[in-house]
Antibody, heavy 120, light 105 residues
Framework: QVDLVESGGGVVQPGRSLRLSCAAS????????LHWVRQAPGKGLDWLAA????????YYADTVKGRFTISRDNSKSAFYLQMNSLRVEDTAVYYC?????????????WGQGTLVTVSS | DIQMTQSPSTLSASVGDRVTITCRAS??????LAWYQQRPGKPPKLLIY???TLKSGVPSRFSGSGSATEFTLTISSLQPDDFATYYC????????FGPGTKVEI
């Protein structure tokens, strides 16, 4: 079965950086797109970024474009979210998710999430 | 960017009720529409993709319909496990979630 496990969350000061990781197993990792989605406390889901199966195409929400970078390492079945210039409003649970073949389509499997708290 | 809206934002219902949630897109998204269920403290779960295709293992009481800009999620007979928040999501142009509909007792 598909398993996605996030790590790297924690408390960070505004303006600092953090890198989240997602370890994947149970599927042909190098054939699927991958996503990051966040959820602020008590709020809805906020799609952040996606990367194509081979890493050649990246997609970002306007709210994080230029600050966040998604990447993947197919040799390790892992992908990442580099978050720079963090703001208080970036405080949220961050989920990694598996997308469709190549990248298109719905997010059919999700990790349990990792909490990022941006606070001074 | 494509914006998604959902109605109602909260829905009060009882076990056995038929429930319908509406999702609207700000422009046509063809059939690139998915529905997710999220219980408190848990990650979202994909229920339906491509408007009406049930993910394997999802009970048949869930169904989806619609096209272009207006879509619905229907639960034919609400079960105790179904009290949760439901999100629609478009994947026609990037990915955007609706604001969610909380189904409560």
């Amino acid at each position: 079965q598909v398993d996605l496990v996030e790590s790297g969350g924690g408390v960070v000061q505004p303006g600092r950086s953090l890198r989240l990781s997602c370890a994947a197993s149970g599927f042909a990792f190098d054939k699927y797109g991958l996503h990051w989605v966040r959820q602020a406390p008590g709020k809805g889901l906020d799609w952040l970024a996606a990367i194509s199966y081979n890493g050649n195409n990246e997609y970002y929400a306007d709210t994080v474009k230029g600050r966040f970078t998604i990447s993947r390492d197919n040799s390790k079945s892992a992908f990442y979210l580099q978050m720079n210039s963090l703001r208080v409003e970036d405080t949220a649970v961050y989920y990694c998710a598996k997308g469709g073949v190549v990248v298109a389509g719905a997010l059919d499997s999700w990790g349990q999430g990792t909490l990022v708290t941006v606070s001074s | 960017d494509i914006q998604m809206t959902q109605s109602p934002s909260t829905l009060s219902a009882s076990v056995g009720d038929r429930v319908t949630i509406t999702c609207r897109a700000s422009q046509s998204i063809s059939d690139w529409l998915a529905w997710y269920q999220q219980r408190p403290g848990k990650p979202p779960k994909l229920l339906i993709y491509d408007v009406s295709t049930l993910k394997s293992g999802v009970p048949s009481r869930f169904s989806g319909s619609g096209s272009a800009t207006e879509f619905t999620l229907t639960i034919s007979s609400l079960q105790p496990d179904d009290f949760a928040t439901y999100y629609c999501q478009q994947d026609n142009t990037h990915w955007t979630f609706g604001p969610g509909t909380k189904v409560e007792i």
